[in-house]
C-alpha cells in the first residue's frame, strides 16, 4: 500500500522534476475521493535552503534524512548529473531501499540511485542526454535510453522531464488502481498513459570520424539519402575494398552502413512528416525507401510510433485527407 512519500533533495534540484512529484503526491485530493499521502520533502539538514538548477530559486525542505525512514516511497526528482552524493544523503537511501521502500527516480534523479548501489545488476533509464554518462558511471547497470520509464518492481527509474509524469501516475495506478490514476491525471490534464518512448525525441547527428574519406563519404551519403547505395559503391567512393570499407566504417560509426542510412532516412521521414503535407508514398522517395510499407515497418522500428501517429503529434501542418 502507498501511503508516504518522501521527496529527496540535492543540491542543484531541478524545478520542473520536484514539481512533477510534488503534484502526483503532494496535492490533498481527498475531496475528489482520493487518498491522502503522508507527503515530506527531506534534504540533508532540515530548515538549509538547496540551491535549484534555476538561478535565484531555493529549496527549503522541511525534513532532514530521518524523513525517509518508514517512507512507502523515496521519490528523486533530478539534479545536476554527478556521482560524489554526501555520503549521508546516500546512505539515508540505501537504508530507506533496504527496509522496504521503493524508490523512484525522474530523470537524472537516477545518478543519485545509481551512487546508493541501488542500479546495479538493474535495468534502468533516464533522460537520453545523460544515457551514456549513467551507463558509463554505472557499469554494473543496464541503460534502456528508448523508454519513458523503467520498473523494476522496487525501483522505478524514468526518462527526461515530462515522462516523471508517466511513472508516477504508472506507481500510482500499480499501487492504488486505474481510478485513482485516471483521476490525478485529469486533475492535471494529461494523459493517464501514454505510448512511445524517448526515440521520438533523440536527435541524431552525423559523427565526425578520423578517417577523413569516411567522413566525406557520410557527408556524400547524408545529401544523396533517396539514392540506392550499395557496400561496393561506397567503398569506390571511398578508394577502399568493400572488406576495408566496412571494417572502417563500422570502427568509425559503431554500425553497418545499411543500418546507419536506414537511421538517416528516418530521420529524414520525421523531418517531411512534421514540416511538410507530402504523402507517405511521396516521404519514402524522397527518403530511399521503396515503398510507403517499407518506410512504415523501419519508421515504427525506429522511432516506437507509426508515421500518421508521429505527424499527428509532432506535424506543424495537418496533412491532405489520406495522405498518411
Avoid at 69 to 93: C, E, K, N, Q, Y
Avoid at 116 to 145: I, M, N, Q
Amino acid at each position: 500500500m502507498l501511503s508516504s512519500v518522501a521527496v529527496l533533495l540535492v543540491d542543484h534540484a531541478a524545478m520542473f522534476e520536484f514539481g512533477v512529484v510534488c503534484e502526483v503526491f503532494g496535492v490533498d485530493r481527498t475531496a475528489a475521493g482520493l487518498p491522502a499521502f503522508d507527503f515530506r520533502v527531506c534534504g540533508p539538514e532540515a530548515g538549509v535552503p538547496l540551491a535549484s538548477v534555476t538561478p535565484g530559486i531555493t529549496i527549503t525542505p522541511e525534513h532532514g534524512l530521518e524523513g525517509l525512514r518508514g517512507a512507502d516511497l523515496v521519490a528523486i526528482p533530478a539534479s545536476a548529473t554527478r556521482t560524489d552524493f554526501p555520503p549521508g544523503v546516500v546512505a539515508a537511501l540505501r537504508e530507506a531501499a533496504d527496509a522496504g521502500a521503493t524508490v523512484l527516480t525522474v530523470c537524472s534523479g537516477a545518478f543519485l540511485a545509481g551512487a546508493a548501489g541501488l542500479l546495479d545488476g538493474r535495468k534502468c533509464t533516464t533522460h537520453w542526454v545523460h544515457a551514456d554518462e549513467l551507463a558509463s558511471a554505472f557499469p554494473a547497470t543496464t541503460v534502456d535510453p528508448d523508454v519513458l520509464f523503467v520498473d523494476e518492481g522496487n525501483l522505478i527509474t524514468s526518462a527526461g522531464t515530462a515522462a516523471g509524469i508517466d511513472a508516477c501516475l504508472h506507481l500510482v495506478r500499480r499501487e492504488l488502481g486505474s481510478a485513482v490514476a485516471n483521476t490525478i491525471a485529469r486533475r492535471m490534464v494529461v494523459p493517464p498513459q501514454r505510448d512511445g518512448g524517448q526515440r521520438q525525441f533523440i536527435e541524431r547527428a552525423v559523427v565526425d570520424c578520423a578517417d577523413d574519406s569516411i567522413t566525406d563519404t557520410l557527408r556524400w551519403m547524408s545529401e544523396h539519402l533517396d539514392a540506392a547505395h550499395s557496400i561496393e559503391t561506397l567503398a569506390a567512393r571511398s578508394t577502399m575494398s568493400t572488406r576495408t570499407f566496412a571494417r572502417k566504417f563500422a570502427a568509425e560509426t559503431g554500425t553497418t552502413p545499411v543500418k546507419w542510412l536506414t537511421t538517416q532516412r528516418v530521420l529524414l521521414a520525421q523531418q517531411f512528416l512534421e514540416e511538410t503535407g507530402y504523402g507517405l508514398e511521396e516521404i519514402a522517395g524522397r527518403c530511399g525507401f521503396g515503398s510507403g510499407a517499407l518506410l512504415r515497418h523501419h519508421f515504427h522500428r525506429q522511432v516506437g510510433l507509426a508515421p500518421a501517429d508521429y505527424r499527428r503529434r509532432f506535424g506543424a501542418r495537418a496533412p491532405a485527407v489520406g495522405t498518411v
